[in-house]
């Protein structure tokens, strides 16, 4: 385009006259200008038009040839859906303390190469399922699942970044790195041909990423970290039962006691006793022993939230579909064939004549 109008510039300046005042040297002719400008856009739209004619000239032309591609794919997808067996997609929610996108990305990536062998043995051995379920396993696949709490943060971390006037390319790549070192929560599929192996295959996957030394590890030392913790806890709730105790029978004792108008309770040498923070401080710790037990019971830091479902129907493309999309892609082959002939026909053309002027 900036081409075409220099080159009408250029033609304006040469029409101008020779003898001119100068105070006209350097203006232009906006009339002109505009209908260069115009002129850009009727070719693109004339160009546009020539080339839905040519293809109507060719689609009549080769018409045999089109037909004969449609009902070729019509017939051959026909055929594929009747022999390729359905496929079904299932996914469940799994969260971890433990697992990124980097890690749950490299182990789908293993089991989807493990998938592409003939032979399931390496996947069966791998998920520790039988060669039969193996088997009956398309693919893998991940997505990170992010809830909305999550990116607002995010989105209220790159306004403050934008903010500092920091370059952008350097705000996409802390938003980057912070997606992949804080989402924890997956949400992974699979494509199967049997239904049956859902529940052997969620208890499967599931341990697969339990199991792997960096996961197992650190499930270890957390439960390890938790038992101490609940044990600890224990333990202190008794003392403080005890002290407890100890307190309401000096409380009594004080009681007897007509002339004593204090309101403190002394527990030997150590001085008065505070009885509210007795109590609160029992019901703190006891609080947080529930927590850690609860924790520790359900095992927070890996979980699922949401296992596989059962699906009836397939996830592959029905009937219709399939003969459908085999046939325009067949349809799209024959144009391209089209066009391969018709510029094998125009260089024999020149190779024969040359180019005409």
């Known amino acids: 385009m900036i081409y075409y109008i220099c080159t009408e510039l250029n033609i304006i300046m040469s029409e101008q006259p020779q003898q001119q005042p100068s105070h006209h040297d350097d203006?232009?002719?906006?009339r002109k200008l505009f209908q260069a400008i115009g002129q850009f856009f009727v070719n693109i739209g004339h160009g546009f038009i020539n080339i839905i004619l040519a293809i109507r000239r060719a689609t009549f032309r080769y018409k045999y040839l089109l037909i004969a591609a449609i009902v070729s794919?019509?017939?051959?997808?026909?055929?594929?859906?009747?022999?390729?067996?359905?496929?079904?997609?299932?996914?469940?929610?799994?969260?971890?303390?433990?697992?990124n996108t980097k890690l749950v990305d490299n182990n789908i990536a293993k089991l989807n190469l493990l998938c592409e062998e003939k032979e399931r043995d390496g996947l069966a051995n791998v998920l520790n399922i039988s060669n039969e379920v193996a088997l009956n396993i398309v693919e893998f696949d991940f997505v990170p699942y992010v809830d909305e709490v999550d990116l607002i943060e995010i989105e209220l971390l790159k306004q403050k970044l934008e903010d500092i006037e920091i370059d952008q390319k350097d705000i996409d790549k802390i938003i980057e790195q912070i997606e992949i070192e804080n989402r924890n929560t997956f949400l992974i599929t699979v494509l199967i041909f049997n239904t049956e192996?859902?529940?052997?295959?969620?208890e499967a996957l599931v341990g697969y990423f339990k199991n792997t030394p960096y996961v197992a590890n650190r499930i270890k030392s957390n439960k390890d970290r938790q038992e101490l913790l609940i044990a600890k806890l224990s333990n202190d709730i008794t003392l403080l039962d005890s002290l407890k105790s100890a307190y309401n029978l000096n409380l009594k004792l004080q009681a007897t006691k007509a002339n004593d108008a204090s309101n403190s309770v002394i527990l030997g040498e150590s001085g008065a006793?505070?009885?509210?923070?007795?109590y609160t401080q029992g019901v703190a710790l006891f609080t947080l022993l529930q927590e850690e037990k609860l924790a520790y019971e359900l095992g927070s830091d890996f979980e699922v939230i949401d296992g596989f479902t059962t699906f009836s129907k397939p996830e592959s493309p029905g009937l219709i579909k399939s003969v459908v999309l085999v046939a325009g892609i067949f349809l799209g082959l024959a144009y391209a064939l089209i066009m391969l002939i018709e510029i094998n026909k125009y260089l024999n053309k020149?190779?024969?004549h040359g180019f005409e002027d």
């Open 197 to 202: 192996i859902i529940e052997n295959l969620q």
């Open 350 to 352: 020149v190779e024969e």
């Open 73 to 99: 794919g019509l017939i051959i997808g026909f055929g594929f859906n009747q022999i390729s067996k359905p496929y079904y997609q299932t996914s469940l929610l799994l969260k971890s303390d433990y697992l």
């Open 273 to 278: 006793v505070d009885p509210v923070r007795i």
């Open 27 to 30: 203006e232009i002719d906006l």
